[in-house]
């Protein structure tokens, strides 16, 4: 696919998003302090590109992702929620995030970890209320979103993280934390977006594949940024893995070694693809531009 | 009710929601800190009220209470998250609860933060994955809990009484302040249980009113317990209030004052009791309890 059309996708899904969620937020009665501080991160977002995975995938089977709306909203929620707890003195203790001021820092930290407890909160929520979906659709996705973003997820791969770091760890064992800490988010939005679409199990079950070997995609080529990225178009110092003595790809297989895994990884997410019939769809372009981009 | 048969029913199902919530962690396969961090908190809880409460609620209408068991897990295990990240530095900085170490001084500040994150986030899943309960009825509970827990609920009422601080409020402020961040998860337990057992909408909407005044009640008699109470039967220092320039009832109306507005509260829930047809359960012993607690 021409990379004019991809641009194009993604800003248009980008802009939708926005659109929704800011509506959803409009008509949110809660308090300022607390509403602007879910914002000030969720507005602070960069390419959304969990929501734009689960769009794809919806649009690989079906048509009108209005009925996916909720549900790529709550995922930006969720992701929202992670990065701004991990932003956190007690935890990476970053003072900026894409350029600008972590949520901590622009608020306080008492806000901040109660901006991301809300958000988390009000994810489910949100799929709990859309008047699109039935019960089954809402029990369905509200239960693989909190199997994907809780303790047997998202929070357990970032229990694991922090036990990994200052000491060094096998590829198995870097795998499962990144397949945990970032995977299990990349998973939930292809398989929110073909549930809703009514892809077959089958296809379903390949599409978590695929979507496996996606979120590894996505990480080894954020671990090859931080070696060899231009530190502007990142927004993030270069290096600062090396800084934090974390186990990275570049780090056990070289340089070289870690772009030849990301091949690996790029013929495994084409081949699930294929066996998911989705090799014609968005998400093959968007396979690229994972493994492909420069921020 | 003899004071006898309240103090066996709280025994008895302290006892029970125990052994329930044990049974789902030695199921749940997750990294063994995290939910060594979890299980830590949930088990230093003291009495179980609102569980009890969603007990209370659903055999004054029903029998049976193994149905409203995930709900009462859930309700625990968010109320125990919220201790979790109140007590961090950031927020009350407390080392101590109930004469145990907070989860953060008894492991870190990283770990206590994601375990309530995961503790939020799994007591979701509990009710979604609970084989007991129809599609209809999860969502019923699932949106309520995230209704009452979230930025329009606890979290919100969090944020309001961090910026009503070291500053006096009116009385109907401060009754805001109390109905969002301690009352509305003591209206889920009402709810939850009174749903559950099939109650009228009459008898619910009565019932919410119910619950609006034993939160009251609950806070008032905290307040209360703060001017006056034993330091060795409360588990914390008396006067901390005070100490944090905190508006409370003794403070706004004296404590004469607080003693009244309790009794007229009292007096408002037994009516509402009365109104839900349900003044003969054990939520009428339950309400005198709450009243009466000298810790």
Redesign the interface.
């Known amino acids: 696919m021409a990379h004019k059309r991809l641009q194009a996708y993604l800003t248009y899904y980008q802009e939708e998003l926005e659109k929704a969620y800011t509506s959803c937020f409009n008509k ?4 300022g ?3 602007q501080s ?1 914002l000030y991160s969720l507005d602070a977002g960069g390419k959304r590109l969990r929501p734009i995975l689960l769009f794809a995938s919806y649009e690989a089977y079906g048509q009108d992702v209005q009925k996916a709306m909720s549900s790529a909203i709550a995922l930006e929620m969720i992701h929202t ?1 992670s990065l701004i ?1 991990d932003d ?1 003195p ?2 990476d203790d970053d003072d900026y995030r894409r350029g600008m001021l972590t949520n ?1 820092k622009k608020f ?4 901040a ?2 901006a ?3 958000l ?3 994810s ?2 949100l799929i ?2 859309d008047p699109l979906l039935t ?2 659709e ?2 369905t996705l ?2 693989e979103l ?2 994907c ?4 997820g998202m ?2 791969g ?3 993280d ?2 990994a770091e200052k000491q060094s760890v096998s590829l198995e064992a870097m795998e499962e934390i990144h397949a945990l800490k970032t995977g299990e988010l990349i998973r939930f939005a292809i398989f929110a977006g073909a549930y809703l679409a009514n892809a077959t199990e089958e296809q379903v079950r390949y599409l978590e594949k695929y979507a496996y070997y996606l979120g590894l995609i996505f990480q080894v080529q954020d671990d090859i940024l931080d070696v060899s990225g231009e530190e502007e178009k990142l927004g993030k110092r270069v290096g600062s893995d090396e800084l934090n003595e974390k186990s990275t790809y570049p780090k056990l297989l070289g340089l070289e070694g870690a772009i030849a895994q990301k091949e690996k990884y790029v013929q495994q997410a084409y081949e699930n693809l294929k066996l998911a019939g989705a090799e014609d769809s968005l998400l093959k372009a968007l396979t690229d531009y994972f493994s492909e981009r420069d921020h």
């Open positions: 949110l009665e809660i308090p302090n607390l509403k879910m929620y707890h956190l007690a935890m901590h306080d930290e008492a806000t970890i109660l991301g407890d809300a988390l909160t009000y489910f929520e709990l209320n019960a089954d809402k029990v509200t239960r909190t199997a973003s809780g303790p047997k929070v357990g970032q229990i694991l922090m036990e």
